[in-house]
């Protein structure tokens, strides 16, 4: 059963950091590429972050860059998003889905085969 699981999430105060971990169970996780997801409360899901199968090559939304860095480690089956310089406004369910590779439209949702079921980040003083 092709699984992914978020994990990580939580309260942090405005500057803070997390990391955020999605495990992947029941396929290979080196033959995708991983996107990461953000939704906060009525809005759509957005593109953050998305590494390739090699993690050679990566993808970020021009409002997390520079304060957010997404990596793998396909020995684990396991991709992080590391989480700095934490805003008010990147609280949100944040998700990782897979596909076959990032490309120009990786921030889309489209193409996303499997989803995984979110954590919650809240930042607030």
């Known amino acids: 059963q092709v699984q992914l699981v978020e994990s990580g999430g939580g309260l942090v105060q405005p500057g803070g950091s997390l990391r955020l971990s999605c495990d992947a169970s029941?396929?290979?996780?080196?033959?995708?590429?991983i996107g990461w997801f953000r939704q906060a409360p009525g809005k759509e899901r957005e593109g953050v972050s998305c590494?390739?199968?090699?993690?050679?090559?990566?993808y970020y939304a021009d409002s997390v860059k520079g304060r957010f860095t997404i990596s793998r480690d396909n020995g684990k089956n396991t991709v992080y998003l590391q989480l700095n310089s934490l805003k008010p406004e990147d609280t949100a369910v944040y998700y990782c889905?897979?596909?076959?590779?990032?490309?120009?439209?990786?921030?889309?949702?489209?193409?996303?085969?499997?989803w995984g079921q979110g954590t919650q980040v809240t930042v607030s003083s």
């Open positions: 889905a897979i596909r076959i590779s990032c490309g120009s439209s990786w921030y889309s949702t489209r193409q996303y085969n499997y």
């Open positions: 029941g396929f290979t996780l080196d033959v995708h590429a």
């Open positions: 590494i390739s199968r090699s993690g050679g090559s990566t």
